[in-house]
């Protein structure tokens, strides 16, 4: 820190530089050593009195505003998580990307429209006599249009197609010029054994539906789970308060036990060796207090991180102040109605079982995969003819045209619909791998895991059945943990107060004052400790009958893999 003097303070310094370098003190006299002393005396003075005057011209920076306190319930808490919680807004974006993958698998049955609009031109050269002229040129437009479909049922497909056409030729031989022509086509393809009952199609719109469903389960689960951690970390936060008021009562006992040491001290009835002995347990507690509100922020930070949405949100940089109090009420337990709503309700079985749904309709997908390959097709369609029609001399090729029949493209449509040119075609189609197929021994393995998953069904259930109990078994705990709890803080508070009196009289000393003093703030820390355990596990009880602490086992699912080709 830099400080400015003024002159005759700089003349002063100067003095005693001066006379520091005149000679060594040891050969001065006694008076010259005194006369020293009193200037040496004179400058530390003026050096603390400039100090004095620069720390109260530097300029002070303002203190950094208090956050905002904000009260909050146990039901706010809960209320702001679901709707505010980061992790829950992911969850609830499962269900969403099941619904657009159902779509997708849905879109393969959608009808598919098709279209064709040509023109071609075609020069021929004259390769023989039966060319149709020197040089015949064809024109022909093209007008198609088409209708293609997969059945959902059955595993079928339809395709029904509709062509046009119009020709105009320099071909001496044509019957027609220009020429319509016009044609229908329908195609059914049904298999009748693999594919017939289930496909890959349906088995993946069946499998992605139960999916679905097991994505709710899990934002289900999601939120029991989140709710219990809000709960339980509201209850922490409230501890970690409290540790710290008790921390500071301590404190607070431990500085007024070293005011009455003091003042023992200066009438004479206490040694001095006393009062340090409190002053160390002074600092002893301070570093408690100073732990505690370390803890006392990180709970509040670990809420916060439960019912925020983001560093934006104001409760963010607010203070929590958790105003509900744990109230010491004992609940009777049904550990076997608890059970049994646990293996009727609980998130993870639901999952289980509905993956096991899953891996039924793959398994009969796979064993419907190893039947042979019998597919019936059937096909219809007719021709239709029209246009501008010649009328020949005679019958013979190249004969002369002595008229023409005018017609157009309503002609072809009337020989079209009129059926004059059918055509139509039936067939069974057949194909078995001779021997083991791929097929058969992804249908084996598929068996083999239905029955693992089964098992690992039934493990979950005693799993299940053993986390219920557990909880059961810690709420107890936690209500003889408390009631001694108490009854341990009542006795130390009685034995402080007993030992504050006999020290008061004479008949104790600062040593027992000190320990009944460091009991009672362990009695109280327990107390409350054991309290919001209980409370604890009361919550974990809950929320054990609805979901695992995390998201619990599972079975096996079944992969179609290879099994659908």
Do not use: C
């Amino acid at each position: 820190m830099a400080l400015r003097l003024r002159s005759g303070q700089t003349l002063a310094l100067s003095s005693v530089l001066l006379l520091a370098g005149a000679g060594p003190l040891g050969a001065q006299d006694a008076s010259v050593r005194n006369r020293l002393d009193e200037i040496a005396r004179v400058a530390a003075r003026q050096f603390l009195a400039a100090r004095a005057e620069a720390e109260q011209t530097r300029p002070t920076t303002p203190p950094p505003p208090t956050a905002t306190r904000v009260d909050l319930t146990v039901q706010e808490a809960t209320t702001r998580a679901l709707e505010r919680n980061l992790e829950l807004a992911v969850e609830r974006l499962n269900p969403r990307t099941f619904d657009l993958n159902i779509t997708r698998i849905r879109a393969a049955y959608l009808p598919t429209a098709t279209s064709q609009f040509g023109q071609r031109a075609v020069v021929q050269p004259p390769t023989n006599q039966l060319n149709g002229g020197t040089i015949v040129q064809n024109d022909t437009s093209t007008y198609n249009a088409g209708l293609a479909q997969s059945l959902p049922w059955g595993g079928g497909n339809f395709a029904f197609q509709f062509n046009n056409t119009k020709q105009v030729t320099s071909n001496i031989f044509a019957n027609f010029n220009p020429t319509f022509t016009s044609s229908f086509n329908v195609n059914v393809t049904q298999p009748l054994l693999r594919g017939f009952m289930i496909d890959n199609n349906r088995q993946q719109l069946r499998v992605t539906a139960i999916s679905r469903d097991i994505s709710e389960i899990q934002l289900r689960g999601t939120i029991t789970t989140t709710l219990a951690s809000v709960r339980n970390t509201y209850w922490e936060l409230l501890y970690a308060l409290e540790a710290v008021e008790v921390a500071r009562g301590s404190l607070a006992l431990a500085e007024k036990l070293v005011e009455d040491n003091q003042a023992r001290v200066e009438i004479g009835t206490m040694a001095p060796l006393d009062v340090v002995q409190a002053q160390a347990e002074v600092a002893t507690r301070r570093q408690t207090v100073a732990q505690a509100e370390a803890t006392w922020r990180t709970s509040e930070l670990s809420l916060k991180r439960l019912i925020v949405n983001g560093t934006e949100d104001p409760l963010w940089r607010a203070s929590i102040n958790p105003i509900d109090r744990p109230v010491f009420a004992p609940e009777p337990l049904d550990v076997e109605g608890a059970v049994r709503r646990a293996l009727d309700n609980r998130t993870d079985l639901e999952q289980a079982r509905r993956q096991i749904d899953a891996n039924d309709t793959t398994l009969r997908f796979m064993r419907n995969q190893t039947l042979p390959a019998l597919d019936l097709s059937a096909t219809y369609g007719a021709q239709g003819l029209g246009g501008t029609q010649f009328i020949r001399q005679g019958s013979g090729l190249g004969s002369t045209v002595i008229g023409q029949i005018p017609g157009g493209f309503a002609d072809a449509l009337r020989t079209l619909t009129g059926r004059d040119y059918p055509t139509w075609n039936a067939q069974l189609n057949m194909s078995y791998p001779l021997g083991a197929s791929a097929a058969d021994a992804n249908y084996a393995r598929a068996r083999v895991q239905l029955s693992q998953s089964a098992a690992q069904l039934r493990a979950l259930e005693l799993q299940v059945a053993t986390d219920v109990t557990n909880a059961a078994l810690q709420v107890e705990n936690g209500l003889t943990r408390y009631e001694a709890a108490l009854a341990a803080r009542q006795l130390a508070q009685t034995r402080l107060e007993a030992e504050q009196s006999r020290f008061d009289v004479g008949l104790s000393t600062n040593f027992f004052v000190v320990q009944a003093q460091r009991d009672l703030a362990t009695a109280q820390n327990s107390e409350l400790r054991a309290l919001l355990d209980y409370r604890r596990a009361l919550v974990d009880f809950q929320r054990v009958q609805e979901a695992p602490a995390n998201r619990g086992g599972g079975v096996t699912a079944i992969n179609a893999g290879s099994g659908g080709n």
